[in-house]
């Protein structure tokens, strides 16, 4: 059996009591540095997953490994060994820990906030009605602030549209979800519009099947102003 493979059944608890054998005379040999070589590349072959479970065991195990059940006895490493094994997984296993694959952002690629159609800014000029504050608000991207004057206004479709789009924008989505679900259900003025925005809303919130469910509807409907985006977006999630 090959160094790597003794060291990967080890990594698994999986070594007969012959190949315990040969693995403490391999971590017992002169041969430190090309040992903690092939334990780095075993470690590096792990599923992250598997090695996070092997560090919550780790301390335990440092402190005496036991043999299989038919030996019935237990052996203390030496304290070098140890020491080395430690540093070599403890530093690999922090850039496992810590490093992911960076994921797409879906909402940088494809949000783009719906225009201010209801009461645009007027240049030099300011408005004390308060949908019309609010959708200014919304104008200047000030969401949040927006999202508190909605709040004041009575509940209609528009405002639960554009107050969706707002949440959204500052990563409230359960709120976003719940407004904009109102309005593709009211089968109001901005319904169409509240499905595109309600997909992105689910596909940040992680409920991906969800969002491609809203997407492939977009896909088939020739007549949304969100197809195209709809389907480049599932060619992506696919």
């Known amino acids: 059996m090959s160094r790597e493979e003794l060291l990967d059944k080890y990594i698994r608890g999986e070594l007969t009591v012959e190949e315990q054998k040969a693995f403490e005379q391999l971590e017992d040999s002169t041969e430190e540095l090309t040992f903690l070589r092939d334990l780095e590349v075993v470690l590096q072959a792990e599923d992250r997953s598997k090695l996070k479970a092997q560090f919550q065991d780790f301390e335990s195990a440092a402190k005496e490994v036991s043999l299989p059940k038919q030996e019935a006895r237990t052996r203390k490493l030496p304290t070098w060994s140890w020491a080395a094994v430690a540093a070599v997984v403890l530093l690999i296993g922090a850039f496992l820990w810590f490093w992911q694959p960076a994921q797409p952002d879906y909402l940088a690629d ?129």
């Open 110 to 238: 494809y949000f783009e906030p719906y225009p201010n159609i209801i009461a645009p800014i007027q240049k030099g000029g300011t408005s004390t009605d308060a949908l019309a504050e609010a959708m200014q608000s919304y104008e200047r991207e000030q969401y949040e602030t927006a999202i508190a004057q909605f709040a004041t206004s009575p509940t209609t479709d528009t405002i639960q549209f554009f107050s969706g789009v707002s949440a959204l924008a500052v990563g409230q989505y359960e709120t976003a979800i719940a407004n904009l679900e109102a309005v593709v259900e009211i089968e109001g003025r901005f319904q169409r519009e509240a499905n595109w925005y309600l997909a992105l809303s689910y596909l940040k919130s992680e409920e991906i099947e969800v969002a491609k469910e809203i997407l492939t509807s977009i896909q088939k409907n020739n007549d949304h102003p969100y197809q195209k985006e709809a389907t480049q977006l599932l060619e992506e999630l696919n």
